[in-house]
């Protein structure tokens, strides 16, 4: 892990024109926007590919960090909005999710039906199933609820780091990640066994 | 509390986000609502499986060439001398000469547009020129034309006015003299010492400011002009 003393430096080498400098840096942090690039996209070329954008972005952009967030978090911005735009050219939104997109319109009052009961069958296969599902309901997901979802559940931030990274507010961001859960809960409900 | 509030409640529960006094409202509703707790534990299920998702890892030989490819990229895109390459000799003049080309290429396409750019610049201000002074000769030529006529004719008419009022009223005429005196004296000493002198023989009397009736007949003075 790396001393923010140590950080600063680098940056500042960085912000110079310092090639090296940068590489440090992105030794650093590429696992972990690998990771994230990779939760958003579900496919290892293209988050191989946005975490590099990622990093070329950043190098060109870093005269302009002002240090107001953390370079991490900065980083995660870059990586979250190349990956958005990235998932909206290229993911083939189906009806469903033009539907999710309407809810955000009309905000938070709007509710999805929930479809059936609760399964209490425990199987193992079922655990299996769910996690497949999981997966593929993160990527039905749209974008901006799947990011949202990835930033605070697997990258574990708190409502407040991920606002700063989407860009918007902390009610937001709680709001999105209610109805993620409500959408896959609705997704996934044959799979799931309540213990 | 409606359930909908209460699921709300739980998702900020499972991110750690929930205030102790909400804490306490929502066991209560719990304790009371079958169809929540059941929520509850599904979204707990879903958040342990969600932190599951696969791990993304290369081994170090993938990383050792990513990184390559991403320092070749950073130095490749930025433009002038501003980076400060670490790269090994070769591969940072295979790097300078792609640099070079791009660079070539792309002064070849932007030069040839400002070129173009100039052109049409110049061709601009040749109109914008010609036509100002287009407009100032038209306009210049219109004023000589039109105006003159009825201009001549208000002077013609107020100075045959001035000239019977003059006949006909002495006061006036003493005080037009005098204010004539005044005016010709007065710019004669702003003029100064090294100024001009304008020797002026208006003729006056100096008790009694009669005007010489010469002077003052404008009739005559418009008819040997011609006007």
Redesign the interface.
């Known amino acids: 892990m790396m001393k923010a003393d140590e950080e600063r430096e680098l940056i500042e080498r960085a912000r ?5 400098a ?2 440090q840096l ?2 650093e942090y ?2 972990r926007i ?2 994230l690039t ?2 958003l996209t579900r496919n ?1 070329e293209d ?2 590919d946005l ?2 954008e990622t ?2 972005q950043a ?2 952009a870093i005269k302009d960090f002002k240090g107001n967030s953390s370079f991490l978090t900065w980083l995660h911005r870059i990586a979250v909005n190349l990956s958005l735009n990235f998932l909206k050219k290229h993911r083939h939104a189906s009806n469903y999710l033009e539907d999710i997109d309407g809810l955000e319109e009309k905000g938070r009052g709007a ?1 999805l039906a929930e479809a059936g009961g ?1 399964p209490s069958v425990e199987d193992s296969w079922l ?1 299996q199933e ?2 497949t599902n ?2 593929k309901a ?1 990527e039905e997901l749209p974008p901006a609820f799947q990011a949202t ?1 990835s930033l ?3 990258e574990g931030m ?2 407040k780091q991920a606002a700063e990274v989407l860009g918007c507010s902390e009610n937001t961001v ?2 999105r ?2 109805e993620a ?2 959408m ?2 609705k997704k ?1 409900q044959p799979f ?4 | 509390m409606k359930c909908e509030r209460a699921q709300k409640l739980i998702s900020d529960r499972l991110d750690g986000k929930l205030s102790s006094w909400r804490q306490k409202r929502l066991d209560r509703h719990l304790t009371t609502c079958e169809v929540c707790r059941d929520y509850l534990l599904s979204q707990e299920i879903i958040q342990r499986e969600a932190l599951k998702t696969e791990k993304v890892d290369y081994p170090p030989e993938w990383w050792r060439q990513f990184e390559q490819a991403l320092q070749a990229k950073i130095i490749q895109s930025t433009p002038g001398e501003e980076v400060i390459s670490v790269l090994p000799a070769g591969i940072s003049a295979d790097i300078s000469d792609i640099k070079g080309d791009k660079n070539s290429n792309k002064k070849g396409r932007s030069w040839a547009f400002k070129t173009h750019a100039r052109q049409a610049a110049s061709l601009l201000v040749v109109v914008v020129v010609a036509a100002t002074l287009f407009l100032i000769i038209y306009i210049g030529r219109s004023k000589n034309e039109e105006l003159p006529l009825p201009l001549i004719l208000s002077y013609e008419d107020s100075y045959f006015n001035l000239s019977q009022i003059l006949a006909e009223d002495e006061e006036a005429a003493s005080n037009l003299a005098r204010s004539l005196e005044e005016t010709i004296i007065e710019e004669t000493l702003l003029a100064g010492p090294e100024g001009t002198f304008i020797d002026i023989d208006y003729d006056f009397k100096t008790d009694n400011y009669e005007m010489v009736p010469e002077i003052l007949q404008f009739e005559n003075l418009n008819s040997e002009e011609g006007l």
């Open positions: 110079r024109g310092e090639v090296e940068f590489m992105v030794r590429e696992h690998l990771q990779y939760n290892r988050a191989a975490t590099q990093f070329l190098f060109r509710e609760i655990s769910l996690r999981l997966e993160l979802f605070v559940v697997q708190s409502h709680s709001w990640m209610h859960r409500k896959l809960k996934l799931l066994s309540i213990e």
